[in-house]
């Protein structure tokens, strides 16, 4: 039997061809990492700004960290 060599560039084209989309969508906005800022850094509520993120950022951000 024939031993074939690793192709890198045959492993990324399988890859693309096979590549399934995500069901769950990723959501990446600077109000979510502001929410992550703020519980990592421990931040009273009275120095939070809470018109620098939305509900749903809130929302989101806080069901990832339950996930986990």
Known sequence: M???RFST????KQ???RSIPSKIPR?????????VEYL??????LEVDFDSFTLDELDY?????HAL
């Open 2 to 4: 024939k031993k074939r």
């Open 9 to 12: 560039v045959e492993f990324l």
């Open 15 to 17: 890859l693309q061809e």
């Open 27 to 35: 959501m990446q906005t600077p109000g979510m990492f502001r929410i």
């Open 40 to 45: 990592y850094a421990g931040t009273d509520a």
């Open 61 to 65: 951000v806080y069901n990832e960290a």
